[in-house]
Nanobody, 125 residues
Framework: QVQLVETGGGLVQAGDSLRLSCGSSGRTLSRAAMGWFRQAPGKEREFVAAIRWASTTTYLADAVAGRFTISRDNAKNTLYLQMNDLKPEDTAVYYC??????????????????WGQGAQVTVSS
């Protein structure tokens, strides 16, 4: 069993930075692909970023490329999302997710086996 917990959300102004963390209790995440998704009010959940277990391949949505960075520390069983130059349109609940399926589409939420409860990120203009 895996429980994922996101931390680091909050209220910031446009142009500020935040770093989200996602930790796990239970099963180690070192062999899992990990992803970040977000859901704004009234919108569907959307892909933000993903990273394969070996950290050699990352994926970023076009909307965040150049501003967000995904990384992981397998020794600490933790996933990170560094968010720079935040914009009001980045306001959403951010979810981390873990997948043990190999060679899958990690931009697709259906690929993931476990989800965190979400962390609110609010960016004011």
């Amino acid at each position: 069993q895996v429980q994922l917990v996101e931390t680091g959300g909050g209220l910031v102004q446009a142009g500020d930075s935040l770093r989200l963390s996602c930790g796990s209790s239970g099963r180690t995440l070192s062999r899992a692909a990990m992803g970040w998704f977000r859901q704004a009010p009234g919108k569907e959940r959307e892909f933000v970023a993903a990273i394969r277990w070996a950290s050699t391949t990352t994926y970023l949505a076009d909307a965040v490329a150049g501003r967000f960075t995904i990384s992981r520390d397998n020794a600490k069983n933790t996933l990170y999302l560094q968010m720079n130059d935040l914009k009001p349109e980045d306001t959403a609940v951010y979810y981390c997710a873990a997948a043990w399926r190999i060679n899958s589409d990690y931009t697709n939420s259906g690929t993931y086996d476990y989800w965190g409860q979400g962390a609110q990120v609010t960016v004011s203009s």
